[in-house]
């Protein structure tokens, strides 16, 4: 008598706007032998276009307004209240630009990752691009975390890099970071989903052991 298969994780989305990390993780969790299912996309932003993606993918949406709380408290609750009706085991924040309370972060310790674009720590925040330029780097990119109270101070897991060039824009430096994210998501999302990169209390075990240092594919 075969064992029943291994339930699938479920996978949770919250956005604000476009939501291209949204699609570049639509489109992973399509392929056939992906390890998650994407099921719900949640939004603060009625008008984002990352609802109509997930709409078009036949994906579950809900949006839980800002506007319509007096604090972020009230938010947050009305938002955790929202997720736990989909009980997700992994909330993936791809641009949801809202900052989130202590305990809402707490509820979900090694089950909620966020995407940064620098390679943290440096350049936590807002602007990213700019303060690249203006501080002449020479090498820029993005950041895959776990979250945690600290703002953009979680764990990283993984980092892709992208050479900064002398003609380089803030809106260029954005496209360049944008593709390596593309990448870098759904290939970290897949090992949380296999079980292979998970949260300890020193910092991130990838297969079980404590990582050094993020993974980090180079420059190009």
């Not at 603060?44 to 809900?62: C, D, V």
């Not at 109270?149 to 380089?168: M, Y």
């Not at 824009?169 to 990169?197: M, N």
């Amino acid at each position: 008598m075969k064992a029943d298969p291994a339930p699938v994780p479920k996978i949770l989305v919250l956005a604000s706007g476009s939501g291209t990390n949204l699609q570049a993780l639509i489109e992973a969790t399509r392929e056939r032998n992906f390890p998650g299912e994407l099921i719900a996309v949640g939004c603060n932003k009625p008008g984002a276009f990352a609802l109509e993606r997930a709409a078009q993918a036949n994906i579950k949406t809900f949006v839980v307004d800002h506007t319509r709380y007096d604090s972020r408290e009230e938010f947050d609750a009305a938002l955790l209240a929202e997720i736990m009706r989909h009980s997700p085991d992994v909330v993936v924040l791809a641009g949801f630009m809202r900052i989130l309370t202590r305990d809402f972060v707490r509820a979900f310790r090694g089950r909620m990752l966020n995407i940064h674009p620098s390679l943290l720590p440096a350049y936590t925040g807002l602007n990213t691009h700019q303060r690249v330029l203006d501080a002449g780097d020479r090498t820029h990119g993005v950041s895959i975390h776990f979250v945690t109270e600290e703002l953009d101070g979680g764990p990283v897991i993984a980092q892709a890099e992208v050479t900064v060039e002398e003609a380089d824009t803030p809106e260029s430096l954005a496209e360049k970071v944008q593709r390596q994210e593309h990448i870098l998501y759904p290939i970290v999302v897949r090992w949380f989903c296999e079980g292979r990169v998970q949260l300890g209390s020193e910092g991130v075990l990838f297969d079980g052991e404590p990582i050094k240092n993020p993974m980090r594919l180079p420059a190009n």
